[in-house]
């Protein structure tokens, strides 16, 4: 298995493949609608003719709540415990998340953050960018794995 570090948009792996995929909102750190359709045609370039492609979108715009603060259930194996706590705001499309996690071990605890901005797309902002990669045979499961829905499209055989 080879690991390589690229972004999204722009990567060039050199080869083609049956099967690309984008899963686990990943997609959404392309975080606006002109890099989503270049993250697509990228992967699609990836694909060979007659390759799928199946992306996992992050939460749709109208589905996005503001104002949240949401607790992860905690960790704890008796060395290291651990919990992270999420708040959730907006900007235009982009879904605004900040990351608190408190990590604790031999008495001590310590704070850290990440602050995250993801891109909120519709399924038709989705197909759209399906479309513009040249795919065919586009599917939209509004319910997917984790419901968030699940998004796959073909590479033309010719
Ligand atoms: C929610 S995780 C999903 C990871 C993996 N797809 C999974 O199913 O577990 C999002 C991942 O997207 C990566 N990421 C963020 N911006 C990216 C970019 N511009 N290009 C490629 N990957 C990116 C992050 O590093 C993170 O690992």
């Known amino acids: 298995m080879t690991f390589t570090q690229a972004d999204m948009t722009t990567f060039e792996l050199g080869r083609t493949f049956d099967v690309v995929t984008c899963l686990f909102s990943a997609i959404g750190y392309a975080q606006t609608v ?10 699609a370039r990836h694909l060979v003719p007659g390759g799928v492609l199946v992306v996992e979108p992050f939460v749709k715009p109208d589905e996005w709540v503001v ?6 259930t905690p960790v704890d ?12 705001d907006r900007v ?3 879904a605004l998340l900040d990351l608190h996690y408190l990590s604790g071990r031999d008495a001590e605890v310590e704070y850290s953050h990440e602050h995250l ?6 399924f038709e902002q989705y197909t759209a960018a399906f479309e513009t990669a040249g795919l065919e045979e586009i599917t939209v ?9 699940l998004v ?4 033309p055989e010719r």
Not at 117 to 122: D, P, Q, R, Y
Request: charged letters at 30%; glycine letters at 14%; aromatic letters at 2%.
């Open 77 to 88: 194996d008796g060395r290291r415990a651990l919990v992270r706590m999420v708040t959730s």
């Open 67 to 72: 104002g949240r603060v949401a607790v992860e």
């Open 34 to 43: 002109d890099r989503l359709d270049a993250a697509v045609s990228t992967m």
């Open 117 to 122: 901005e993801i891109g909120l797309f519709t």
């Open 141 to 149: 499961d509004t319910e997917g794995l984790i419901g968030r829905g």
């Open 152 to 155: 796959t499209g073909v590479r």
């Open 92 to 94: 235009d499309d982009l």
